[in-house]
T-cell receptor, first 114, second 115 residues
Framework: KAGVTQTPRYLIKTRGQQVTLSCSPI?????VSWYQQTPGQGLQFLFE???????NKGNFPGRFSGRQFSNSRSEMNVSTLELGDSALYLC?????????????FGPGTRLTVL | GNSVTQMEGPVTLSEEAFLTINCTYT??????LFWYVQYPGEGLQLLLK?????DKGSNKGFEATYRKETTSFHLEKGSVQVSDSAVYFC??????????????FGKGTKLSVIP
């Protein structure tokens, strides 16, 4: 069974640009969560999608957005990039939403903002 | 709110040494507790978990016991190998209420095992 896949694995952008990251969950999983990992702040929750609906959102500005498609694949978008957005963005999928559902993580997309 | 505190690294051990990485938490109610491991260039892998007090999670020689009285979930391994070199994250997830939709992570502890 294929794991969570994220594309691209590496990305370099400049300030002010926007970026879209993609996540394909494990087959059959309907919930996708996104986390940002930085050396200073550690791992922080961005948002969760379930059945194409955003269920929860972390404490990030509106420049960070996402969506989920009918096949459960998810994208996240960051507009007007800032240097501080440089991070590893991790996607995690689970069968359903809710605390009893184990989250499986992808390898992440490393975003560098110059 | 919910929070996880784990010992600062890096931790450097010789092969076959005993490992302890301390983790304490603050949460309302009784959360599920997790240890994740991140190898260089990879995402997070679930190492072990415990869902209620006194539960012991174990995997690949690693163990951690859910201690409600001390709000702790310390990770231990009796004999580490070079292949255990990685960053270890302690995390919690409440069963319900605020924060139950997300994992709350500690800052991570980098372990280096030397031959």
């Amino acid at each position: 069974k294929a794991g969570v896949t994220q594309t691209p694995r590496y990305l370099i952008k400049t300030r002010g640009q926007q970026v879209t990251l993609s996540c394909s969950p494990i087959s059959g999983h309907r919930s996708v969560s996104w986390y940002q990992q930085t050396p200073g702040q550690g791992l922080q929750f961005l948002f969760e999608y379930f059945s194409e609906t955003q269920r929860n959102k972390g404490n990030f500005p509106g420049r960070f957005s996402g969506r989920q498609f009918s096949n459960s694949r998810s994208e996240m978008n960051v507009s007007t990039l800032e240097l501080g957005d440089s991070a590893l963005y991790l996607c995690a999928s689970s069968l359903y939403s809710g605390s009893h559902n184990e989250q499986f993580f992808g390898p992440g997309t490393r975003l560098t903002v110059l | 709110g919910n929070s996880v505190t784990q010992m600062e690294g890096p931790v450097t051990l010789s092969e076959e040494a005993f490992l302890t990485i301390n983790c304490t938490y603050t949460a309302t109610g009784y959360p599920s507790l997790f240890w994740y491991v991140q190898y260089p260039g990879e995402g997070l892998q679930l190492l072990l978990k415990a869902t209620k007090a006194d539960d012991k999670g174990s995997n690949k020689g690693f163990e951690a016991t859910y201690r409600k009285e001390t709000t702790s979930f310390h990770l231990e391994k009796g004999s580490v190998q070079v292949s255990d070199s990685a960053v270890y994250f302690c995390a919690l997830r409440p069963l319900s209420g605020a924060g139950s939709y997300q994992l709350t992570f500690g800052k991570g502890t980098k372990l280096s095992v030397i031959p």
